[in-house]
């Protein structure tokens, strides 16, 4: 049975001792927040759904507080050290996805693929320039696409695009006109190049693209320093129209409460790639200038199982853990009962491919599959650490839940600062999570296929792998469909991964701001203003 | 004398290399290279691969470290290995910046501190000396960044006259950089007038006692000619070490309170380069600051030499 999204369950019991730890992190916070400790959490507002929209002020600045990814950082969409906030603004692809998760026309205005899926033929939009003025062509969408799959490179969406494209095989007819030979079939290609790495550059920029950022957008760059200040300014050729904003500038600001207090003293006018913990959020939202808004399932959070490793070696354990918890009792404690469960799976709910299959909890399963594998108690340890608010708060709430089922938790806290690369993908059990608006198909084949280098379960099963392949070669899009919700019924209930909830992230932003959408990490750039 | 100057010279220069060898080791101990802390979660093998190669990162670290020294002896610090900048220019405007906040706080809190230490010993156990030594334990106990988030609650969003966080880089002018550097001050010296409050305040209690102050006061002297010529001068002594360390300390420690106003000096640097194990910053900052802190202590050392005519033994009097 589906559990629904947005069934009131009775309020939530949250073992005091959970609830003191994970409070622990918004002591900070707190500090900030004089005159409201007689009010206890059950008496705080809700935050708001959504930003304000409407008629917005013609023009503007928009200053926007950003984490820097490193002093190594750069505009070129293809890398792994981009600079998230301006990649949307400065550049375009050729397939965008849409709000449902649908493919849409960006730079290409349609597509087609011949009978086996091989060889796809993108139409591209005319008229369309570069801020240096240069037309816009094929060339250069086949540029791009060749840089992306450069091994010398190491684009993150190159260990997706690599397998498929030959770049002597990527063909310019016209200038209008692009096709791709693909080297196995694919039938959703097109919702491969939506990712943000596929930002399409000048033909030839490879070398100066980090500093230039020269691309079809609806902003042009004016200036850029890597972990520094940066400004986009209108570009007013932009195909759809000219933005509503005249300018955003960016400031890098590495620490948390740095951005939140930049935002709070009216210094900027948004923070990006910030989930902001909830006591801050309501200080946020208590403010005179600033407010909260959503970024609608933007995460979702994973407690991976490593399943080259004991006890997760063995499929009955791992299922054992699932039927363990309640997802319930973990976005009660760990979201204040705000996000939707994930019911093991992955696939964003109500996105094209997503089915709605689901196990019941059964902690007394859970126990008999324990014992059956040889494990009459089960002790393990769980990682975590600070570098996402939700992490700690989620892994207590999974421990208090297991117990009934006789599994111990022991819940390790370690160092945010190299949490990537010490405990993801080598302890046996930790907490993580990841961003959504990639597609199903890349989704499944980058996290769960086997070998992927983001694989982070270690899972490898040949059947699943066929599924993928078969749905990738399947052209009817009712079998396509079928054959992606078995692929995810194989992940709940084969899979390493625990997929406890899809969470909301909560944007600080100034109530100055109007029309914020940002789906996954892509804000409309375009519609973004500010209240006249 | 001059045998004594430079053999702490000497041992000055010795602090400064070990301080650097114990980075470069302690640094090899951390988890991760500045590969794998770039790339975060998109670490995978290949592209860390790809970003070692570029970064020079696959040959062995002592003979990067030769390589460090023999560079650093020159003058020449290297390049980041993030950034690919100059280590050297860079680290000097965040030095720059850094000692904006370090002159202001050291002017700030050894003024008030002497002040407030000498009243507090001069009413040793009345009420100017409860409200005082009260107020200094508060402000050494709460941390720094906890008196930080208080001064913007209350000067940037109550009342907003002075900026939150620093909005510039480090490049720029001072002039822009000044408002930013009263917050920071206050908090800094909140934290450093304790301890300073606290010695001042036992040496005057103890001077006062002594038989040269009683002495002084029998000639029928006033209490401020006692205060100012005789007690001060050998209280201020064992206070001057405190200072010392604490000026060291402000050079190095500043990181928190940078990090919460987002002000680009030497400690916001310091943390960045640690998060991603960028070696030659992190081995010029050991350096700096090794031997800021050693000058420091030798300006202290030499300072109560002045101050105390008993160690000037070996040297005629002046008059």
Partial sequence: MPRSPGAEGAPPRIPRRTALLGGAGALGAAVLLPGCASSGPRAAPALPEAAATGATADGGVLRMARPPASQAETLDPASSLSAYEYLGALYSRLVRMDAEGHTAPDLATGWEADDAGLVWTFRLRDGVRFHDGRRFTSADAAYTLRRIVDPDLASPQGTVLGPLIDPGRVHTPEPGVLVVELTTPNFEFPALLTNYNCYVVPDGDGDTIGSTGIGTGPFRLDSFSPGGRGRIVAYDDHWEGPPTLDAIEMFSMTDNQARTNALLAGQVDLISQTNLDFATARVVEASDRATIARSVNAQWYVLPMLTTAEPFTDARVRQAMKLAYDPRHIIDVALQGTGVPGNDNPVPPDTPYWTDYAVERDPERARALLAEAGHERLSMELYTSSYDPVFTPMALAYRDSVAEAGIDITVRNTSADSYYTQIWMQKPLMATYWYTGRPADQLLNQVFRSGSSYNETAWADDAFDDLLDAARATADEDRRRTLYQDAQRMVVDEGGAMTPMFADRLVGLSRDVLNYHESGFEFDYLNIGLRP | ?319
């Fill in chain 2, 1 to 319: 004398m001059i045998v004594y100057i430079s053999r702490r010279l000497l041992s000055a220069v010795v602090t400064v290399l070990l301080a650097s060898v114990i980075v470069f080791a302690a640094v090899q101990l951390l988890p991760g290279d500045v590969a794998t802390q770039v790339l975060g979660q998109d670490a995978t093998p290949d592209a860390v691969a790809a970003l070692r190669e570029q970064m020079g990162l696959n040959r062995p670290a002592a003979l990067r470290f030769v390589d460090w020294v023999t560079g650093a002896v020159r003058g020449d610090f290297g390049v980041s290995l993030v950034s690919g900048e100059p280590v050297a220019a860079t680290l000097w405007l965040h030095l720059r910046n850094t000692m904006l906040i370090a002159v202001a706080t050291i002017a700030v809190a050894v003024t008030s501190s002497i002040v407030l230490g000498v009243l507090a010993g001069l009413y040793r156990d009345r009420w100017p000396d409860t409200v005082i030594s009260t107020l200094t334990l508060v402000g050494m106990s709460v941390p720094e960044f906890v008196v930080a988030t208080l001064l913007v609650l209350a000067l940037s969003i109550t009342v907003p006259v002075l900026p939150a966080v620093v909005l510039d880089e480090a490049s720029a002018p001072v002039a822009d950089l000044l408002p930013a550097v009263v917050l920071p001050t206050i908090a800094l010296s909140v934290v450093m007038t304790a301890y300073i409050v606290r010695m001042t305040r036992t040496s005057v209690i103890d001077v006062m006692a002594s038989e040269f102050v009683t002495t002084a006061r029998l000639k029928g002297l006033g209490t401020g000619r006692v205060v100012v010529r005789h007690a001060l001068p050998s209280a201020l002594l064992p206070t001057l070490n405190v200072i010392a360390m604490n000026v060291a300390w402000l050079v190095g420690g500043v990181a928190v309170v940078e990090n919460v106003f987002n002000y680009p000096g030497v400690g916001r640097m310091l943390l960045e380069a640690v998060h991603n194990r960028d070696l030659p910053v992190l081995q010029a900052i050991a350096v700096v600051s090794a031997a800021v802190y050693v000058l420091c202590n030798l300006a202290a050392d030499l300072g109560a030499m002045a101050l105390n005519p008993r160690l000037r033994t070996g040297e005629r009097s002046a008059r």
